[in-house]
């Protein structure tokens, strides 16, 4: 009898040790489950898990079995500097949930007030604590298109800017300051228009090299202006001008055939075409400037001339236009305004 006692009480032990082994390892599977559940974001999961586990075992205030450096150790180490339990578990998951809930609130109100922007980031935020939540997972679709339009032009603007195609992200800035009014557009404004103008400033540099013969003046220029704007469209209207034998060219072939011609009148009309032009040769200047300067002298004796006429005094509308006749004998206007008032 004392030998079968000895061998049921070590059977017992045995039973018992094997049966605390199997529900320390049951909770060990279960807080593995829990701990999954959190980094998957499935908080109504885990939300389940810690209160059947309470009722369970009622040991939730105590460390779950996790490895010293695993990363879900790490993380509360890290973060919260304690080890985690299954009372943290539901408290997290709980804020989680709460957290989501806000932000999705908050999502729809600035929707409601034209602040896309912002409304974009509660979304973003929303999605990244609970994923698999309620309140994400049932906003409606017209919000969601909403949101996924503006954040999609958001990211053409900054691949328009990186890419230094500052047309497009000018009429992509536009679009967005419509449709979002808490668009932050200062940077990308200040981006566009300082390459827009040192583009511009460089192709009038090579527009004035061109004009001065400076073939390497105009390549360096170009230069400069493809690396501030490549798609900028007067560079096309430069390439354009270069191709078809420059515009330069073709007006100092016009000046040169009217001042052969003697047609003076056309000359002044023109003057402002033809004045960038002729700018570097001294002997075209001197010609130009005189006939300007004849012109506008004869165009002060009109218009006084017309002055006496106005006042019935034709005899001294006559004398003003007779004094530069003798002086200037081909213009044809100054002619025709004599024979007019004689």
């Known amino acids: ?87 943290a578990l539901d408290s997290i998951s709980n804020e989680a949930v709460r957290d989501t809930k ?79 009014k808490d668009f932050p557009s200062s940077k990308a404004e200040s981006a566009i228009s300082a390459n827009v103008i040192a583009s511009n400033m460089s192709i009038a540099k090579a527009q004035k090299a061109l004009i001065a013969e400076d073939e390497l003046g105009v390549a360096e220029a170009i230069g400069k202006a493809t690396e501030f704007w490549p798609t900028n469209p007067k560079l096309m209207d430069f390439t354009k001008m270069m191709e078809t034998g420059t515009e330069v060219n073709v007006l100092r072939n016009d000046f040169k055939r009217l001042l052969k011609e003697e047609n003076y009148r056309e000359i002044f009309k023109r003057q402002y ?25 004869i165009e002060g004796a009109l218009g006084k001339a017309e002055e006496f006429v106005k006042i019935g005094n034709a005899y001294g509308a006559w004398e003003q236009l007779d004094m530069l006749r003798e002086e200037f004998p081909d213009d044809p206007e100054l002619g025709r305004a004599r024979e007019a008032s004689s």
């Open 273 to 297: 075409e033809f004045a960038p032009v002729i700018a570097n040769s001294a002997d075209d200047l001197d010609a130009f400037n005189q006939i300007i300067g004849n012109l506008r002298t």
């Open 1 to 87: 009898m004392v030998q079968q006692i000895a061998e049921i009480e070590s059977v017992r032990k045995k039973q018992t040790i094997q049966g605390e082994k199997q529900i320390l390892q049951t909770k060990i599977q279960f807080q593995a489950t829990m701990m999954q559940w959190l980094m998957q974001r499935r908080f109504h999961h885990v939300i389940i898990g810690t209160r059947f586990y309470n009722v369970l075992w009622q040991d939730g205030d105590n460390a779950l079995y996790a490895q010293k450096d695993s990363t879900f150790s790490k993380m509360f180490a890290r973060s919260m500097g304690f080890s985690p339990t299954v009372t």
């Open 102 to 180: 806000n932000a999705i609130d908050a999502c729809k109100y600035l929707i409601e007030k034209g602040d896309l922007h912002t409304a974009s980031k509660r979304l973003l935020e929303a999605y990244a604590i609970g994923e698999f939540l309620t309140p994400v997972a049932t906003l409606d679709r017209d919000t969601k298109r909403k949101l996924q339009i503006y954040t999609r032009e958001l990211s053409f603007l900054v691949d328009a800017i990186q890419a230094r195609d500052y047309g497009r992200a000018r009429e992509l800035t536009v679009a967005l300051k419509e449709k979002a």
